[in-house]
């Protein structure tokens, strides 16, 4: 079955600390996609990545990395040097689009807490 | 601008009462989606619609309702079936399967 854990519930940071976030998938399809979104305060999620399930290139932008690995089924995210307005819900989705016909799945969130 | 709209951002309920919820996205976005998240919980999928006129239920769909009666619009009927309506809804949109879907800044919903 299509599932996405997110084991971290709550994670604090003091500012300027790296933090990784950690997404473990199960998925019945070869091709599949990942996402990775934050929530703000505000409310409002705001998409930060997709990769496909033949894309095992880690990515990097800016503070920001995420690690993919097939061979455990994860897909992590790393913030580098956290400031405090990386201080959100982020959620982890998975996507397979011919077993569930464009449903996508999020885990429950981690909730990042940066303090200054 | 281009985006999604959900309106209202807050909206309280009397109990037995239906309401809706205004989705509109001018993205061009074929498939469209409805989220609940509860306090402190992750999305759950309540519909979704990959065209005009078809809609498929989610993993909570008991109690709501939807029509996908234009391209542009997703509105959501919270029916008074619905016994723990409150809730924040997020309205989303993408393209074709696979892709990434994008958010609505959500509304509120409180039973009173």
């Known amino acids: 079955a299509q599932k996405v854990t997110q084991a971290q519930t709550e994670i604090s940071v003091v500012e300027k600390e790296d933090v990784t976030l950690d997404c473990v998938y199960e998925?019945?399809?070869?091709?599949?996609?990942l996402f990775w979104y934050k929530q703000p305060p505000s409310g409002e999620l705001v998409f930060l990545i997709r990769r496909n399930s033949f894309d095992e290139q880690n990515e990097i932008s800016g503070r920001y990395s995420w690690n993919f690995q097939k061979s455990t089924s994860s897909f992590n995210f790393t913030i580098t040097a956290s400031q405090v307005v990386d201080s959100a819900v982020y959620f982890c989705?998975?996507?397979?689009?011919?077993?569930?016909?464009?449903?996508?799945?999020f885990g429950k969130g981690t909730r990042l807490h940066i303090l200054p | 601008d281009g985006g999604i709209t959900q309106s209202p951002k807050y909206l309280f309920r009397k109990e037995g009462q239906n309401v809706t919820l205004s989705c509109e996205q001018n993205l061009n976005h074929d498939a469209m989606y409805w989220y609940r998240q509860d306090p402190g919980q992750g999305l759950r999928l309540i519909y979704y619609s990959q065209i005009v006129n078809d809609f498929q239920k989610g993993d909570i769909a008991e109690g709501y309702s939807v029509s996908r009666e234009k391209k542009e619009s997703f509105p959501l009927t919270v029916t008074s079936a619905q016994k723990n309506p409150t809730a924040f809804y997020l309205c989303?949109?993408?393209?074709?399967?696979?892709?990434?879907?994008?958010f609505g800044e959500g509304s509120w919903l409180t039973v009173v």
């Open positions: 989303a949109s993408g393209t074709f399967s696979g892709n990434t879907i994008y």
């Open positions: 989705a998975l996507s397979e689009p011919s077993v569930s016909n464009d449903k996508i799945i």
């Open positions: 998925t019945r399809d070869t091709t599949y996609y």
